[in-house]
Nanobody
Framework: QVRLVESGGGLVQAGDSLRLSCVVS????????AAWFRQGPGKERELVAA????????FYADSVKGRFTIFRDYRENMVYLQMNNLKPEDAAVYYC???????????????WGQGTQVTVSS
């Protein structure tokens, strides 16, 4: 199994920056990619950013391009989401996710963290 634990959420003002952290543990050898999702109240869960575990190639949703950055710490098995110039529409519960070699369907992740709340005031 793979365990993911997010942290770093909080209440910020529009224009502020925030860094979310995700501790990855367990059977990390089989991980193929990691990602950050978010879900606001009454909204569908959406993919924010993704990173390949092996190549470190990244993907970003159009709404966060140029503002958010996903990256890894290879020594500590950490995944981060650096969020700059936050907007009220960025407010949501953010989830760290991962997929391993058993998950063959593109864009579907089989391991999830508990979520961390990000609130942005205008």
């Amino acid at each position: 199994q793979v365990r993911l634990v997010e942290s770093g959420g909080g209440l910020v003002q529009a224009g502020d920056s925030l860094r979310l952290s995700c501790v990855v543990s367990g059977r990390t050898d089989r991980i193929t990619s990691a990602a950050w999702f978010r879900q606001g109240p009454g909204k569908e869960r959406e993919l924010v950013a993704a990173i390949s575990w092996s190549s470190s190639s990244t993907f970003y949703a159009d709404s966060v391009k140029g503002r958010f950055t996903i990256f890894r710490d290879y020594r500590e098995n950490m995944v981060y989401l650096q969020m700059n110039n936050l907007k009220p529409e960025d407010a949501a519960v953010y989830y760290c996710a991962a997929k391993d070699s058993a998950e063959l369907i593109p864009n579907r992740y089989n391991y999830w963290g508990q979520g961390t709340q990000v609130t942005v005031s205008s």
